[in-house]
């Protein structure tokens, strides 16, 4: 029973997900065109994770929330994710949320990921990661006073403010009561399990069937919503773009290895207990992206006046 409401939660997640169109590469290109609230909303979607701390310790359960002291290996980390992000044109969540609207070229992007993974594996570089002071009552008070107040501020807002923060709020929410059930579902979590045993040199732990499951109704809630608003269409793609998303999806297998997670775990469970990694790694990924696309749009542009001359 607990398996299957963990199975409808994540579906739900997927939903939502999909629906709204979480992604940081958007919300950076929004950014650029003066609108900044579409990446406050994503920065902010953990700001919930004061009740999946509380429900823990009502449930006498650890919390998982990755606390430790800034490093330049997570600059470097959430810099080459996010670089990567801007090539593959979509971060983890994203990723997935592609491919269940058919662009299977989005597979290439994950056999990066866990090629990046690999690498950084098998490389071993010493990292020396310190773990930070655990979240305080205060943190857990600032974030309890900060999901009220947008609370209140979206309840006074147009439909599209209500539509947009609540979604966001809610897979926040929705993520915290999965963390209670499963610390590892996020998808970076998997792949990195997965990489993990792929390589383990003596026995190797892989993933448990409920992860999978998990992963499963994810894309499971995702492809239910590009069914339902007629956004599923598969996309065509070539031998040269899957090469791109292989190498887009390495560096970001690379960055998520460095940074100890993806956008997804430094979204949920670093930024909101204020990290001073996770705070860095998410700035870096910000940056990655912003100069990531710049290059992809003069690589364009180069390729396009290129094929100008030849007409």
């Known amino acids: 029973m607990i398996l299957i409401s963990a199975l ?3 579906a739900l997640l997927g939903y939502l997900a999909q629906t709204i169109g979480l992604c940081l590469v ?3 290109k929004e950014l650029k065109d003066g609108n900044p609230l579409f990446l406050s909303a994503i920065l902010l979607s ?3 994770a004061w009740v999946y701390a509380a429900l823990a310790y009502a449930l006498d359960m650890p919390v998982q929330f990755k606390t430790y002291t800034a490093s330049g290996w997570f600059a470097l980390g959430g810099f080459l994710f996010g670089l990567g992000t801007a090539f593959n044109q979509g971060c983890g969540v994203s990723t997935l949320s592609k491919l ?4 299977l070229k989005m597979i290439a992007t994950i056999i990066g990921w866990l090629a990046g993974w690999a690498m950084l ?3 071993q570089p010493d990292m020396n990661i310190v773990t930070a002071t655990k979240p305080t009552n205060q943190t857990y008070g600032i974030l309890a006073a900060t999901s009220a107040a947008l609370v209140i501020w979206t309840l006074f807002g147009d439909k599209e403010r209500k539509k947009l923060w609540f979604s966001m709020m809610a897979i926040g929410l929705l993520a915290s009561c999965l963390f209670l059930y499963e ?5 970076s979590g998997l792949l990195h399990g997965i990489s993990t045993a792929m390589f383990e ?10 992860r999978y499951l998990i992963f499963v109704a994810l894309l499971g809630g995702m492809f239910l919503a590009a069914w339902r608003t007629q956004r599923f269409e598969f996309v065509k793609s070539n031998w040269q773009q899957w090469t791109a998303h292989i190498l887009a999806g390495s560096l970001m297998g690379i960055g998520a290895s460095l ?4 956008n997804d775990s430094q979204l949920l469970l670093a930024l909101p207990t204020f990290s001073s990694a996770g705070i860095v790694t998410v700035i870096a990924m910000l940056l990655g992206i912003w100069l990531g696309l710049m290059m992809r749009a003069k690589m364009l542009a180069v390729k396009n006046k290129n094929l100008d001359k030849e007409r």
């Open 8 to 10: 409808f939660i994540v």
């Open 26 to 28: 958007r919300g950076i």
């Open 46 to 48: 953990g700001v919930f």
């Open 100 to 103: 269940a609207r058919g662009d």
């Open 121 to 123: 594996g098998a490389w």
């Open 183 to 187: 610390p590892q579902w996020t998808p």
């Open 201 to 210: 040199q003596n026995t190797p732990q892989w993933p448990s069937i409920e």
């Open 259 to 262: 940074a100890l997670g993806g």
